[in-house]
């Protein structure tokens, strides 16, 4: 079995006055989970991640995991609508967890809603396992943004994903190899957008004790701003049953990918292979048609170049309606928030449209656009894309949340 050190700290920050934050560990499962909503809607939600954890089944593989997740999910989503006070809360879930396989090896599972994080530092290498699912890390990934402009974003805290909205949820999940000497980090937004990584790294590499790592991680993002509740659990792998590459410490990779309507995905489903960045794209489908051959025997071929003809031309057309047909498919398969009128509302489709695709509205968000101010009314006008509606939905209740708390 793996054995971990592991230290916790949180702190309510310097400008809130509760603090949302609730963080887990018990020697095999660490977590955090970042609690939002009005009331004590964020603190319930938050602490549903936490009493699911102490009173979970065995997590035996990273379905396990992955289950526990949406078990959470189900349970803020039955809570809130038994309590309309709770109406609208969720949490964001970071949860590390040692794998209980039968087969010796040391196996660390992740998974992941929302924006909190997971980093793993490997001597004072610092590497960021989780990826956000939020609204500024959307425009990071589209080059619209750097990472620094997103940690001071206004609308940072704008999540994609969260447990707790909708009855589905999407879960990204990670399977590693557990290895003697690593250090893992869970934290809250309220940390990363205060600390570098390369201050987090320093700190986190400088002792080894985690729960000292942990405390001075806290602080220091209090002392330089605090503007958020601030959560770290720093996680020492101090004994694993090592084996195999270590250099090859991802096994696999399940990203929740949005149903793609019926274009063919872009990005694997589910990625077996280890690397994270082992994108190797494969080249083109290969030329549809070679040019038929015309040449010196063209009259005793002219059965066989009228049949080639006649497949060329079965094959262009084929190609082109298979080309309008992934073109509508791709204008169709997006939806996004956006301005008609008064209104703020969900449409279907693309921004502007593609081609002959106009978007189509959805449905309403609920939300006027007298309630909003210039930064949230532009990024509206020019419409905020997502991949399916559950993500817009979020987003618009979200929004509509933080426009009428003031936030
Ligand atoms: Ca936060």
Redesign the pocket.
């Known amino acids: 079995m793996t054995e971990f050190g592991f230290g916790h700290a949180t702190d309510v920050g310097r400008v809130r006055s509760d603090n949302?934050?609730r963080y887990f560990g018990d020697g095999t499962v660490f977590a955090v989970a970042?609690g939002?909503g009005g009331h004590s809607g964020g603190e319930v939600a938050s602490g549903l991640v936490v009493d699911s954890l102490v009173n979970r089944e065995r997590i035996a593989d990273l379905a396990d995991l992955v289950n526990l997740v949406h078990h959470v999910n189900d349970r803020i989503v039955e809570t809130a609508r038994d309590d309309p006070t709770l109406h609208g809360m969720g949490t964001t879930i970071s949860v590390l967890a040692a794998l209980d396989l039968t087969d010796g090896e040391g196996r660390l599972g992740i998974a992941n809603v929302g924006?909190s994080r997971i980093y793993r530092l490997i001597g004072t290498e610092l590497e960021q396992i989780t990826e956000d699912h939020s609204l500024v890390e959307a425009l990071v990934r589209d080059g619209r943004l750097t990472p620094e402009e997103a940690s001071r974003h206004p609308q940072r805290?704008i999540l994609t994903r969260a447990l707790g909205i909708d009855e589905k949820v999407l879960v990204d999940a990670w399977e590693l190899r557990a290895v003697t000497g690593d250090r893992y980090v869970v934290c809250?937004?309220?940390l990363f957008n205060e600390l570098t990584a390369a201050e987090m790294s320093e700190v986190v590499a400088s002792t080894d004790d985690p729960q000292a790592a942990a405390d001075v991680l806290v602080a220091r993002a209090c002392d330089v701003g605090g503007r958020?509740?601030v959560t770290a659990v720093v996680v020492h792998v101090t004994d694993a049953d090592d084996a195999g590459d270590d250099d090859q410490r991802v096994l696999s990779i399940r990203r929740a990918v949005p149903e793609a309507g019926t274009l063919p995905p872009s990005a694997p489903r589910d990625e077996a292979d280890g690397s994270p960045h082992g994108d190797d794209d494969e080249a083109g489908d290969g030329d549809p048609s070679p040019s038929a051959p015309v040449g010196a025997e063209r009259g005793r071929v002219r059965g066989r170049i009228t049949w080639r003809v006649g497949a060329l031309v079965v094959a262009v057309v084929v190609i082109v309606v298979l080309a309008i047909t992934a073109v509508a498919a791709w204008a169709r398969s997006s939806y996004y928030v956006g301005v008609q009128g008064p209104d703020v509302v969900i449409f279907q489709g693309r921004p502007g449209g593609v081609l002959w695709f106009d978007p189509t509205v959805e449905e309403p968000v609920n939300l006027g656009v007298v309630e909003l101010d210039d930064a949230d009314l532009d990024a509206l006008r020019a419409g905020v894309e997502f991949g399916d509606i559950g993500e817009a939905r979020d987003y618009g209740r979200r929004l509509a949340l933080r426009v009428r708390s003031g936030n």
């Open positions: 949302q934050d970042d939002m924006d805290n809250s937004d309220g958020d509740n």
